[in-house]
T-cell receptor, first 111, second 114 residues
Framework: RKEVEQDPGPFNVPEGATVAFNCTYSNSASQSFFWYRQDCRKEPKLLMSVYSSGNEDGRFTAQLNRASQYISLLIRDSKLSDSATYLCVVRATGTASKLTFGTGTRLQVTL | EAQVTQNPRYLITVTGKKLTVTCSQNMNHEYMSWYRQDPGLGLRQIYYSMNVEVTDKGDVPEGYKVSRKEKRNFPLILESPSPNQTSLYFC?????????????FGNGTRLTVT
């Protein structure tokens, strides 16, 4: 089983739609969680950290479910510019240097 | 402008010809790391460095070397490249190694080994 698993997609949604991605992680000792965004052939960029109580940044909401070991990303009112690959990233306790990346979920927002 | 700079952006080489990919950051970050990205495998860590003169292996270090003689630079060295090292490489840095310190990535080096 992969340490961090994501549905590769693609998720094809119309502009204005709400879309959600999940990411599961296998290491119960994981302590830090992030969502990164990667545009085609470009570098990943931090979208948001994920906090235990859940957090929101504009149209983006991130949630953490420790019991079921998954994190989620909700995008409301999708824009064409949201089209990208979304990477789930997990850091485990005691391995301060080690970030494990999921393979990403591709989102395509269409007119 | 705060950034991580990698060079070159594109490199085509032949098997066995030593090469170096440079990485430099101007943010005084302590932590630096190299990743390779391959289809279906995601980003995998090659080597990382917690500070000057401190380097450690990541998940896929075979065939690679690194050095950290200065805080700002973290070159990736392929002594004898092979075709299975054809990949997209990213250098990244963060201020410190702690829970919420985000990674800043360079814009990537696409390497082809023939």
């Amino acid at each position: 089983r992969k340490e961090v698993e994501q549905d590769p997609g693609p998720f094809n949604v119309p502009e204005g739609a709400t879309v959600a991605f999940n990411c599961t992680y296998s290491n119960s000792a994981s302590q830090s969680f992030f969502w990164y965004r990667q545009d085609c052939r470009k570098e990943p960029k931090l979208l948001m950290s994920v906090y235990s109580s859940g957090n929101e940044d504009g149209r983006f909401t991130a949630q953490l479910n420790r019991a079921s070991q998954y994190i989620s990303l909700l995008i409301r009112d999708s824009k064409l510019s949201d089209s990208a690959t979304y990477l789930c990233v997990v850091r485990a306790t005691g391995t301060a240097s080690k970030l494990t990346f999921g393979t990403g979920t591709r989102l395509q927002v269409t007119l | 402008e705060a950034q991580v700079t990698q060079n070159p952006r594109y490199l085509i080489t032949v098997t066995g010809k030593k090469l170096t990919v440079t990485c430099s950051q101007n943010m005084n970050h302590e932590y630096m790391s190299w990743y390779r990205q391959d289809p279906g495998l995601g980003l995998r860590q090659i080597y990382y460095s917690m500070n000057v003169e401190v380097t450690d292996k990541g998940d896929v270090p075979e065939g690679y070397k690194v050095s950290r003689k200065e805080k700002r630079n973290f070159p990736l060295i392929l002594e004898s490249p092979s075709p299975n090292q054809t990949s997209l490489y990213f250098c990244a840095s963060s201020l410190v190694v702690n829970r919420n310190s985000p990674l800043h990535f360079g814009n990537g080096t696409r390497l082809t080994v023939t």
